[in-house]
């Protein structure tokens, strides 16, 4: 009896912890300065849920059919510049708007497959979860490992997927509060030169 306790008091906590990290998640966008300020923050609390090395944040411009990084850290590759969509597995998340847990194996299969082609140095694990609002896929979140394959499992990909939606709305409010104050700005800018 005292074992199944202790793994209630476990679930208890961690349960609590998503709470609080998805609640700092949410405050972020009122306190963050500005949109670097605003994705390192968000860093800072999924490290707090699960361990990270490399993440980054991939956002999709339908406009363009551009995907940028506007957040990268990653051990082995230097930030990325922005790039029309190309057959990598971020871009397979943006295509299938479904969270993905690619390990060595799954990685070859989909390239096999014609999926996907290798892009970057292989990791032995990768998780990637779109980042939606309203149902349309806005970007993706991914974190890596390159060395350990049990870095994430299924337990991980429910936390992410669980912040991934909070994470879209607060990039989205940061994203348009900064629209809104450019305008503002370029406004004053214009009445000025009258």
């Not at 998640?25 to 090395?53: F, G, Q, R, W």
């Not at 230097?78 to 871009?91: A, Y």
């Not at 990039?171 to 800018?189: F, W």
């Amino acid at each position: 009896i005292s074992i199944y306790f202790l793994q209630l008091t476990l679930k208890r906590k961690r349960s609590e912890k998503i709470r609080q990290a998805l609640f700092e998640i949410s405050e972020i966008a009122y306190t963050a300065s500005d949109m670097s300020s605003l994705y390192k923050s968000i860093h800072e609390e999924v490290t707090s849920l699960m361990p990270v090395k490399n993440i980054y944040i991939a956002l999709y411009d339908e406009k363009t059919e551009m995907i940028s990084f506007p957040y990268f850290v990653d051990e082995y590759e230097p930030p990325q510049m922005p790039k029309k969509l190309v057959k990598g597995i971020t871009e397979y998340i943006l295509r299938k708007g479904e969270a993905e847990l690619i390990d060595a194996q799954k990685d070859l299969e989909l390239r096999k497959a014609g999926e996907v082609e290798l892009i970057g140095a292989p990791a032995a694990i990768w998780l990637g979860v779109p980042l939606k609002l309203q149902g349309k896929t806005i970007g993706v979140i991914v974190v890596q490992d390159y060395e350990d394959e049990k870095a994430y499992g299924d337990e991980e990909m429910q936390i992410l997927t669980f912040v991934s939606e909070q994470i879209a709305q607060v990039i989205e409010r940061k994203r348009s509060s900064e629209a809104v104050k450019k305008y503002a700005e370029e406004l004053r800018q214009l009445n000025a030169t009258k």
